[in-house]
């Protein structure tokens, strides 16, 4: 499981720096108190964060609301608060990062020595194989440090706090054995622990020393699947009781508005568990395309993310969520690659969600990087002077995609988890690249996510996606044949030859998708309807990486299905775009539907009936 690596060498710079202001005389100077109101009426779903600590000017130009992974990193400094004091000042929010699982934000080698996560044969592991250590998730001196170092980020004045690393759960210590112990005495009887998993004797059982003494040199090669898949379900448990005990004591201490928010690699499924504790959440999500990884076929650089954000908004529709590219990736990317940026912020808020800009941020192996702010103003001053094309809209889709967690985190086992993850962003991507329009319907597990699915909702959709290799229970199985009887339909990858066979299914099903289109798979349509009107976004995908900007997509032929709610007489439609003035467009009203033709679409436009 890949983790996540926040600024680490570059806040330690910053911290440095600032001792080097004060050798040479330039301490920043202590600031009056002044009054400040600590509110959440700040969170949105359009909120802009930049990463690290750039100047003002930065922030006002591009309209952020302010800043996070900025401050605190290793702990309460002086000049880390007088640039919180200046943010509020200037009227911006502050979201500090503390990591939760790496070494170099505490100074205290004999803790680090003692609490950093063990391997398999009991030695300490490195964090993202850089040279500090990664830090136990179970042990109670990592745990007190944690608790602590929140407290001192609520005490410099902070707005809100990103709990980076959220998902490390552990590995072999001592600490993280006796909780896999306790966690199997909690669930199972002592016949139980020996019919299933061979356990005669639980105090003295030890699950690292019955892997070595299988031959296993990590977990995925215990010789008993279901003894592996409860060891994970004991880690997720012990992850997920800790960060909740971490928030709750956290927003006890502050005795103010405090929100707490999380960085949720990728949403993937062992994130996701985290959301029910959180107030919003920054995920980074891989941009760049790897060597023999199977969605690079489908999601090539720029990358294709509807399904991320369609995901995101079915867990939790009242929650913000704000994506950024990880670290790993901006290592690859030019700061001169500024178009991508542009793309990347029009994607996220024509799904509903918002990005996290980079300033100084880091990059994964040292270095850092920043987007200049006058090669994205453009756009964020568009999203701030349009809202009437982002708020108050309602997608329009008859394809709903099924995400099942206990299916994608857990399964009958954790090989097939993964088969189904993979599986459900695969047919997301495919949907998008035919055209279908589709939304994500989102079922909880009903232990770390409580959130269920019901009738009314899957009502909305003429078919329903399931993805293949789906563990759903008999509630689940029992919801989708009701929603059958009632004229619905269950398309079953399982059922299917194999997942690519998927669009040619849905179409030889007859059903209207509600859009039409001779455009490439490398234009992304979203249709809105607004109140009693329709809106397009497309998104151009057709990325020029030696010309570091997009290849227009011409002559685009649009039909909508016009909704019985809307009516088109006496509008006109409008196409805008950041990228160039504005023009109207001809269209025709034919048999419930509207055709117009966009002459072209650079890197992001809108075809709005106004």
């Known amino acids: 499981m890949r983790k996540v690596i926040i600024a680490a060498a570059l806040v330690l710079v910053i911290i440095a720096g600032s001792a080097l202001l004060i050798l040479q005389g330039e301490k920043p100077k202590e600031e009056e108190e002044f009054p400040y109101n600590f509110t959440r009426e700040w969170l949105k779903k359009g909120n802009l964060w930049v990463f690290d600590q750039p100047p003002i000017e930065y922030l006002k130009e591009i309209g952020a609301t302010g800043t996070t992974w900025s401050v605190y990193y290793g ?278 969600a918002s990005f996290l800009i980079p300033y100084q941020a880091y990059t994964y192996g040292g270095g850092s990087y920043t987007l200049a702010a006058e090669k994205i103003s453009s756009y964020t001053k568009f999203f701030t002077e349009h809202p009437q094309y982002y708020e108050n809209l309602e997608r329009i889709a008859s394809v709903a995609v099924l995400h099942d967690l206990h299916s994608t985190l857990t399964n009958e086992l954790l090989w097939l988890a993964d088969l189904s993850w993979r599986s459900f962003q695969r047919v997301g991507v495919m949907l998008q690249e035919a055209h279908i329009p589709f939304e994500v319907v989102y079922r909880g597990d009903g232990k770390f996510v409580q959130k269920r699915l019901t009738l009314e909702e899957l009502r909305k959709y003429g078919v329903v996606i399931v993805p293949r290799g789906y563990d759903l229970d008999e509630e689940a199985q029992d919801l989708l044949s009701r929603y059958s009887m009632l004229g619905g339909r269950v398309l079953k990858c399982d059922e299917l030859v194999d997942d690519f066979a998927l669009v040619s299914t849905l179409k030889g099903m007859g059903l209207d998708f509600g859009l039409e289109t001779n455009a490439s798979e490398q234009l992304g349509i979203v249709v809105y309807r607004r109140g009693d009107s329709l809106l397009a976004h497309l998104i151009n995908y057709e990325y020029d990486r030696g010309a570091r900007d997009f290849s227009d997509q011409r002559n685009v032929e649009v039909t909508l299905t016009i909704p019985e709610e809307v009516s088109l007489e006496g509008r006109r439609l409008r196409m805008v775009s950041p990228d160039a003035n504005g023009m109207i467009l001809n269209f025709r009203v034919e048999d419930g539907k509207v055709t117009f033709t966009v002459p072209n679409v650079h890197c992001y436009s809108i075809a709005s009936f106004e």
């Open 75 to 352: 702990g309460l400094n002086e000049y880390d608060r007088s640039y919180v004091n200046t943010l509020h000042r200037n009227g911006f929010v502050v979201c500090s990062g503390p990591p939760t699982v790496q070494s170099a934000c505490a100074d205290n080698e004999q803790l680090i020595q003692e609490a950093c996560e063990r391997d398999i044969y009991g030695d300490p592991l490195r964090f993202l194989g850089l040279e500090q250590y990664a830090m136990c998730s179970n042990h109670p001196l990592w745990r007190e440090f944690l608790m602590k170092r929140f407290e001192e980020h609520v005490d410099g004045g902070v707005d809100a706090i990103l709990i980076d690393e959220i998902g490390d759960t552990g590995a072999f210590c001592d600490y993280c054995m006796q909780a896999f112990n306790s966690y199997l005495a909690e669930h199972y009887s002592e016949e139980g622990l020996r019919s299933l998993f061979g356990i005669e004797n639980l105090s003295s059982f030890n699950y690292r020393q019955y892997l070595l003494q299988h031959g296993a040199t990590s977990e995925w090669e215990d010789p008993n699947p279901k003894l592996l898949l409860e060891f994970y379900q004991a880690k997720y448990s012990a992850r997920a009781d800790f960060i909740r005990e971490l928030i709750q004591h956290t927003k006890g201490y502050a005795g103010r508005e405090l929100l707490i928010g999380g960085n949720l690699y990728g949403l993937s499924p062992n994130q996701q568990i985290y959301v029910p504790y959180l107030d919003f959440a920054i995920f980074e999500m891989p941009i760049m395309p790897e060597e023999h990884e199977w969605l690079d076929y489908l999601r090539p650089l720029p990358g294709k993310h509807l399904t991320t954000y369609f995901l995101a908004e079915a867990i939790a529709p009242e929650k913000p969520f704000t994506a950024f590219p990880d670290v790993f990736d901006l290592a690859k990317l030019s700061e001169d690659e500024w178009w991508l940026w542009r793309h990347w912020l029009a994607e996220a808020r024509a799904c509903g």
